[in-house]
């Protein structure tokens, strides 16, 4: 996941042996921050990649280079989403159909481009999701349904890669410090954040394969 405090996104990961020796291939809408999030990328090779994963033909891109690039696929995390601050009853037909392709036909199309990859390196995806799907904030109905969604499509995607060795998590934070929490609001207090690196070393937990018998599972994390 990007360490900058922007919500770039999608991550792919070739060639896990150690962490600190990933190779990655960070992944969003806007070049200049896809290659912000590179920067920030420790050790192995980081190819930065601009694709709108919202997208099938642009994730088949993004995967297809992928492999070309590292020759596998160990790791998928899904980190893309967009929360407008909406009430329900005044969302536009617009706004709706963004976060519905974003949130939730984002996240199908790459587990299911990346599907064959991780069968055959038994691999990993990490949806993150938010702990709006369990405790939404009035003006998130839409979107805390949307994570909704990711948590049980993880789980029900665990149980079709569990018998190959492919483990499948949900990951649901609270309030990160994002540009994406700021623009919707300003004022949440700083100390109920948590910094966006906090997120990602949950993540690199995950990778554990002690943490193998916990596939199909919502891990929400606050401060």
Sequence with gaps: PPRAGHDAGLALYGHRRLLDRAHEAPAARTAGEVEETAGLCPGGRCVPHSADVS????VGQLVDRCLAEFGRLDVLVN?????????AAEMSDDEFARVMAVNVHAVFYTCRRA??????????????SSLAAH????????????????????????????????????LGPGAVETVMLRTG?????????????HVAGVVEW?????CRFATGQTIYIRR
């Design 185 to 197: 609001l300003p004022d949440f207090p700083p100390e109920k954040t948590m910094d966006p690196d």
């Design 55 to 58: 997208r099938p033909g642009e």
């Design 135 to 170: 405790d939404p904030f009035p003006g998130l109905a839409v979107y805390g349904a949307t994570k909704a969604w990711v948590n049980t499509f993880s789980r029900a995607l665990a149980e079709e890669g569990r018998p190959h060795g492919v483990k499948v998590f949900a």
């Design 206 to 210: 995950l990778l554990d394969d002690r």
């Design 115 to 128: 599907w064959p990859a991780l069968l055959e390196s038994r691999g990993t995806i990490i949806n993150i």
């Design 79 to 87: 980190n893309a989403g967009v929360a407008p601050w909406s009430k």
